[in-house]
Nanobody
Framework: QVPLVESGGGLVQPGGSLRLSCAAS????????VGWFRQAPGKDREFVAA????????DYADSVKGRFTISRDNAKNTVYLQMNSLKPDDTAVYYC?????????????????WGKGTLVTVSS
């Protein structure tokens, strides 16, 4: 499958906000649950948030609960990640992918490849 395309990253001061977008080309995202992941320098990629295909169920990593909100606009074939109260620890490359539940977390569907991601840097 063609990787999903992430956008919206940038440099922001601590306490600031960003909205990331995840768009699909050539396929309909509305049939899939979609998740956001991130990889900080020197660390493994980790789960951040997921939204079920109907958009009713959402799930978040403990580290972002209450600060990040995942949403989707199926008419625009896009999933968003609103990030508020950003901290330096949120600095990472953020990726999106279609996902499936795996125990207490979510895993990227094998049919998807990782995209290029979008870099979020939180620094004063």
């Amino acid at each position: 499958q063609v990787p999903l395309v992430e956008s919206g990253g940038g440099l922001v001061q601590p306490g600031g906000s960003l909205r990331l977008s995840c768009a699909a080309s050539g396929r309909t995202l509305s049939s899939y649950s979609v998740g956001w992941f991130r990889q900080a320098p020197g660390k493994d990629r980790e789960f951040v948030a997921a939204i079920a295909w109907r958009g009713i169920t959402t799930d978040y990593a403990d580290s972002v609960k209450g600060r990040f909100t995942i949403s989707r606009d199926n008419a625009k074939n896009t999933v968003y990640l609103q990030m508020n109260s950003l901290k330096p620890d949120d600095t990472a490359v953020y990726y999106c992918a279609t996902v499936r539940p795996l125990g207490s977390t979510w895993s990227k569907n094998a049919m998807d490849s990782w995209g290029k991601g979008t870099l979020v840097t939180v620094s004063s």
